[in-house]
């Protein structure tokens, strides 16, 4: 496992914790799913369902697979070994990505632009200096654009414990900073 993964993890606890209390437990996902569908007026019911039915997701694989003492909330400990079998989150955080990535495209045209895809990560909590030098890395177009399929790419890579130096670790490295 990369140093970066455990970094990444450990980043996505703290704003995965919606409610703050130091553990995540289905509440959190749920405020996690209103905050962000809060910001993506222009999608449909649909696609804003869809999003949250992947945070519900997201929450049962968590309590199902790493809930190691058995007292229904996931502490950071129990959060971090997610890195150790990727496999068993690999579809969960497929859909995720798609249906987040979904949101930054309301229009359906393929393309993302940055004051949407700004609104939504900082909707999760990111920092918005963090999340330009991220939309940078994803290389936008003249038209400051990025391609839905890139940042679909680029969260399942932020999960992934083998990957490092990949542009999630701005996230990281903006939230140290
Ligand atoms: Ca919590
Ligand atoms: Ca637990």
Redesign the pocket.
């Known amino acids: 496992m990369r140093a970066e993964a455990t970094q990444r993890v450990a980043l996505v606890f703290t704003l995965l914790d919606a409610n703050g209390n130091g553990v995540l437990e289905a509440e959190d996902f749920a405020l996690m799913g209103d905050r962000v569908v809060a910001q993506a007026g222009a999608s449909t019911p649909e696609a804003q369902g869809r999003l949250r039915a992947s945070f519900d997701r997201y929450w049962t694989t968590l309590v199902t697979e790493l ?9 950071l400990e ?1 959060y971090t070994a997610c890195v150790l079998t990727p496999e068993l989150f690999e579809a969960t955080i497929a859909e995720f990505a798609e249906a987040l990535a979904a949101l930054g495209d309301p229009d359906g045209d393929g393309l993302i632009e940055r004051p949407l895809f700004a609104d939504l990560m900082i909707a999760i909590g990111f920092r918005r200096p963090n999340i330009d030098h991220l939309f940078d890395a994803f290389e936008p177009d003249a038209d400051d654009r990025i391609q839905v399929r890139t940042w679909v790419e680029g969260i399942k890579d932020y999960y992934d414990p083998n990957k490092a130096g990949i542009p999630g670790d701005h996230l990281v490295a903006a939230a140290v900073a």
């Open positions: 809930d190691a003492n058995g007292d229904g909330v996931i502490s129990e």
